[in-house]
């Protein structure tokens, strides 16, 4: 008669738990996020890399759509998480998004992962991996693995009165707060992954996503669902949309977003160039009347290296150029002296604004009229 | 040549040396003196820091005459002197809450330092650091001083009031500085010097709680591979050190470890600091630069911060709490977690209740979502006053409540509603409390600051 040992109990228990989470399609432990291209990769590229970390020469695999963009990036990550003198084995394959975001995690065949006291992992605690990876700004990253190693870091009773909810205006946490951002009985497996995935990793794809930047491309990744996809791409962007006017429709729609970044970035993705058109420049000022002091200087500031300020412009501008908030105001007649913009109407505006009753907007103006050319 | 010839020739030497004592182009400097000055202006602001600056530019945006005394030689305080440069939180939920003079001279210190803003539309969750935007504290300096030359603010530095009161419906102050006294006659004054010196000079109520948050000195440590040190030991030999008396617990929040992975950025905590007077300043810059140095020594001793030095260090020590006046109304706890609003709200201010407490570290408590806190101007004004404003970490509020409202990002919005009020007050030749409301409001929303409606 077959007898249940205590192996055989464990293992038991562990398939019921293993059977309990995501499986892949191969019938693997997977965990994939929202990606942000959902086109489909038809080949994979291989780059050695040197990643300059504790894994040094490794292979990053390029997952490509049929035009040669990358869609997903992944690693098979084999590394060893030490502890207390005892080393095991890490194996996983870690997935991030074109952007950098990390996407995913799977386990090789037969691979699952367990903890210090070689308990597989439980559904919960997957979920809850996978939801501490898919944070950035996890205080984790604020740690060295020594401070994680560190005796101290365990001592959840700790006889010190200063360590509970350390937390300043800028960063830091300290050691008790390590529980909440690990998975309690992995601190160090959830401390290596987190790192990897935000570490050199990271830097390496963007790099290669960027320079397969194209307006097709580009337009694809500021379709993204996500948030942080589309802010990342416009940051990548800052003073290039010259060289990509075709997705200046999309950047204009950003503009005129109500999400603050999302607007900004897109302002800040503008290059003066973009200002030789007439079209732009109308574009552009058509945004200006919902837009808040900040943005306005923001647009106020390209004009003033703008080659040219087309008459359209020109004429909005001296409509707007009174009922301008003050500091706007100056930076707009900055805007008229770059640009040489000596009119007559334009003149009769900064005339009126040297009668003004603000004594400082009014010196102003009559400092400009005074480099007026006779 | 005869030795009479050559004794005359001696002689007629050292008369010259004695007659021309000096290399040429050398003045004699006349007998110290010192100078005494004449002022009359609309605004006299005191202190340059966060409010302060950001008060000053909006008065002289406004086109009225404004001094500003700093005692130290830039400005900026804590931003720049004391170096906490990340300046609080412009954003909740979402949306800028607080825009204007501040922010715009946040937006271009990060345009001329190249970095780049957070992205405020992703929520910041218990990490609202996430939302702190990191400046250059040099360059924030210089564009705030620039700022002031460029709106025509008289800026007056290393002078400090000794002496204010108010006679026939004008403020009469005399300043000391360096070789100078000066006589400043205004009609308004905005006091934001952190801890209310001129509100106590010119006779208004101050309140202190009996214990203020500890004060930091901010500064670089390197010279150490962090993952290369034995913790365990280092913590160990720091317990023994601070059983031997060598090094103190409270002055770094009993973290050596923490000290050594901060690299000393806003660690230190330094019980009482207060930078009232020269006296009080000087003993806790004293204490605090005395403090780092026992303990980079008590460092050096260990195995692995053998090479450990101080990179950098800022001017003064940063202080959190020394006085608030007692105002017209006073903000508390339950107001600011509550996000009350005010027929009188001219600002916004969000951050955690955030009190550093010597004896238990840090804690911070979130607002609930959505919630915003909002600053009546009442709270900026003295019980008993006239013509006098405060603005910046010394206005009304109860202990908990300051611990927010102090932040620069909070102060900053403050300086410019005390300013645009100012600016008003002169115009309608009234005292703060009587300002017309919406004129304030709208002066405040032309020189792009985000106004509260008023609506309770």
Same mark, same amino acid.
């Given at each position: 008669?077959?007898?249940v040992t ?17 499986v892949s ?27 300059e *970390?504790?894994?040094s020469i490794?292979t990053l695999y390029g997952?490509?759509s049929?035009k040669?963009?990358?869609v997903?990036?992944s @690693?098979?990550?084999?590394?060893s998480?030490?502890?207390d003198?005892?080393? @095991?084995?890490?194996d996983?394959?870690?997935? +991030?998004?074109?952007t950098?975001?990390?996407l ?6 037969n691979?699952?992962l ?6 597989p ?6 979920l ?17 693995y ?8 365990k001592?959840?009773?700790s006889?010190s009165?200063?360590d509970?909810e350390e937390?300043d205006?800028?960063s830091?946490?300290?050691s ?6 690990v998975?309690?009985?992995?601190a160090?497996? /959830?401390?290596k992954? +987190?790192?990897l995935?935000?570490?050199p990793t990271?830097?390496?794809?963007? =790099?290669?996503?960027?320079g397969n930047f194209?307006s097709?491309?580009?337009g694809?990744l500021?379709?993204?669902?996500n948030l942080s996809?589309?802010? +990342?791409?416009? *940051?990548q962007? *800052? ?6 006017p075709?997705?200046s429709p999309?950047i204009?729609e ?9 607007? *900004? ?6 290059n003066?160039?973009?200002?030789a058109?007439? /079209?732009?420049?109308?574009?552009l000022?058509?945004l200006f ?8 200087k +923001? ?18 501008f001296?409509e707007?150029i009174?009922d301008l908030?003050v500091?706007?105001?100056?930076i707009?007649?900055?805007?008229y =002296? ?12 900064? @005339? ?7 004594n ?6 009559k @400092?400009f009229l005074? /480099?007026v050319p006779? | 040549?005869?030795?009479r010839d050559? &004794?005359?020739?001696?002689g007629?030497?050292?008369l ?8 040429k182009?050398?003045?004699l ?10 002022i009359?202006t ?9 409010a302060g ?5 909006q ?5 009225k005459k404004?001094?500003l &005394?700093?005692?130290?030689?830039q400005? #900026? #305080? ?11 939180i412009f954003?909740a ?5 607080i ?8 937006q271009?210190?990060v ?15 218990r ?12 360059l924030? %300096?210089? &564009?705030?001083e620039q700022?002031?030359?460029e ?5 007056r530095?290393?002078e ?9 419906g !004008?403020?009469e102050m ?18 934001? %010097?952190g801890?209310a010196?001129a509100?106590?000079i010119?006779g ?21 591979d962090?993952?290369a ?10 317990e ?11 002055? !770094?929040?009993?973290?050596?470890v923490?000290l050594?992975s901060s ?6 905590h ?24 026992k303990h980079l020594?008590?460092?050096k001793?260990?195995?692995g ?7 950098d ?5 940063g202080i959190?709490?020394t006085?608030?006046?007692d ?6 706890h ?10 009188d709200?001219?600002?916004?201010s ?8 010597i ?5 911070p408590?979130?607002l ?10 009442r709270?900026l ?7 006098f404003?405060?603005a910046?970490?010394?206005?009304s ?12 990002? %909070?102060?900053?919005?403050m300086?410019?509603?005390?300013g645009?009020?100012a ?9 703060p409390?009587?300002?017309p ?16 409606t008023?609506?309770?």
């Amino acid at each position: 008669m077959f007898k249940v040992t205590k192996q055989h109990f464990l293992l038991i228990i562990a398939v019921f738990f293993i059977g309990m989470v995501p499986v892949s399609n191969t019938g693997t432990i997977q965990y994939i996020n929202d990606k942000t291209l959902t086109i489909e990769a038809v080949e994979v590229e291989k780059r050695l890399i040197d990643f300059e *970390e504790e894994i040094s020469i490794d292979t990053l695999y390029g997952h490509l759509s049929g035009k040669g963009d990358p869609v997903f990036f992944s @690693r098979n990550v084999v590394t060893s998480v030490c502890f207390d003198g005892k080393c @095991r084995l890490l194996d996983v394959i870690v997935y +991030w998004n074109p952007t950098g975001r990390y996407l995913g995690f799977e386990m090789p065949e037969n691979e699952y992962l367990s903890k210090h006291d070689h308990e597989p992992f439980t559904e919960e605690e997957y979920l809850r991996l996978n939801a501490l990876l898919a944070d950035p700004f996890l205080p984790l990253g604020g740690f060295s693995y020594n401070e994680i190693v560190m005796e101290g870091a365990k001592d959840v009773n700790s006889e010190s009165q200063y360590d509970d909810e350390e937390i300043d205006g800028v960063s830091s946490a300290t050691s008790k707060f390590i529980l909440d951002y690990v998975v309690e009985g992995a601190a160090y497996t /959830t401390y290596k992954l +987190w790192h990897l995935i935000y570490g050199p990793t990271s830097a390496v794809i963007k =790099q290669w996503t960027t320079g397969n930047f194209d307006s097709d491309y580009i337009g694809l990744l500021l379709e993204s669902e996500n948030l942080s996809d589309v802010l +990342w791409t416009l *940051e990548q962007l *800052e003073g290039k949309l010259d060289q990509y006017p075709e997705i200046s429709p999309l950047i204009f729609e950003f503009i005129n977003s109500n999400e603050y970044s999302l607007s *900004e970035k897109a302002i800040q993705t503008i290059n003066p160039q973009n200002l030789a058109s007439e /079209t732009f420049q109308s574009n552009l000022v058509a945004l200006f009347p919902q837009m808040d002091s900040g943005r306005k200087k +923001w647009i106020l500031d390209l004009f003033k290296k703008a080659p040219i300020v087309h008459p359209n412009t020109v004429t909005f501008f001296n409509e707007v150029i009174i009922d301008l908030e003050v500091p706007l105001t100056v930076i707009l007649l900055e805007v008229y =002296q770059k640009q040489e913009l000596f009119d007559a109407n334009s003149l009769g505006k900064v @005339r009126a604004l040297s009668k003004s009753d603000n004594n400082y907007l009014a010196q102003k103006a009559k @400092r400009f009229l005074e /480099t007026v050319p006779k | 040549m005869k030795r009479r010839d050559m &004794i005359a020739a001696m002689g007629t030497l050292s008369l010259g040396v004695a007659a021309s004592p000096f290399a040429k182009g050398d003045v004699l400097k006349e007998p110290y003196k010192v100078v005494q000055k004449n002022i009359t202006t609309d605004v006299v602001v005191v202190g340059g820091g966060t409010a302060g600056a950001v008060a000053a530019i909006q008065v002289g945006r406004a086109g009225k005459k404004v001094t500003l &005394i700093e005692c130290v030689s830039q400005l #900026g #305080g804590t931003t720049t002197t004391a170096g906490v440069a990340f300046p609080g939180i412009f954003f909740a939920w979402g949306k800028q809450i607080i825009s204007g003079i501040g922010w715009e001279n946040v937006q271009e210190a990060v345009e001329l330092n190249g970095d780049t803003l957070p992205n405020f539309s992703i929520p910041h969750g218990r990490q609202h650091w996430n939302h702190q935007v990191r400046l250059n504290g040099p360059l924030f %300096s210089v &564009i705030l001083e620039q700022k002031c030359v460029e709106a025509g603010v008289d800026l007056r530095y290393y002078e400090t009031p000794t002496k204010i009161e108010f006679k026939k419906g !004008f403020w009469e102050m005399e300043t000391v500085g360096k070789g100078i006294t000066t006589k400043i006659k205004c009609k308004q004054i905005i006091d934001c %010097s952190g801890n209310a010196i001129a509100a106590n000079i010119a006779g208004f109520d101050l309140l202190k709680e009996a214990e203020t948050q500890p004060g930091t000195l901010i500064f670089r440590l390197g010279g150490y591979d962090m993952e290369a040190l034995d913790l365990d030991m280092i913590k160990k030999e720091y317990e023994a050190a601070i059983n031997s008396g060598e090094l103190i617990r409270e002055e !770094f929040r009993g973290n050596i470890v923490r000290l050594l992975s901060s690299k000393g950025d806003n660690i230190q905590h330094i019980r009482g600091a207060d930078s009232t007077t020269s006296e009080s300043h000087t003993a806790a810059n004293i204490h605090a630069r005395g403090s780092l140095l026992k303990h980079l020594k008590f460092l050096k001793r260990l195995p692995g911060c053998e090479n450990i030095v101080i990179e950098d260090m800022r001017t003064e020590i940063g202080i959190r709490e020394t006085y608030r006046i007692d105002g017209l109304y006073q903000i508390t706890h339950e107001d600011y977690t509550s996000g009350k609003k005010y027929k009188d709200s001219l600002s916004y201010s969000y951050y955690p209740i955030d009190l550093h407490i010597i004896e238990h570290g840090v804690s911070p408590k979130q607002l609930s979502e959505g919630v915003v806190a909002s600053i009546p101007l009442r709270a900026l004004i003295p019980k008993n006053s006239k013509n006098f404003m405060v603005a910046g970490r010394c206005l009304s509020s109860d202990r908990l409540a300051n611990s927010a409202l102090r932040v620069q990002g %909070s102060s900053m919005a403050m300086g410019q509603v005390a300013g645009a009020t100012a600016v008003i007050a002169c115009q309608r030749n009234v005292s703060p409390a009587d300002v017309p409301l919406d004129e304030v409001r709208e002066l405040l929303r032309n020189h792009g600051a985000i106004v509260p409606t008023g609506e309770v």
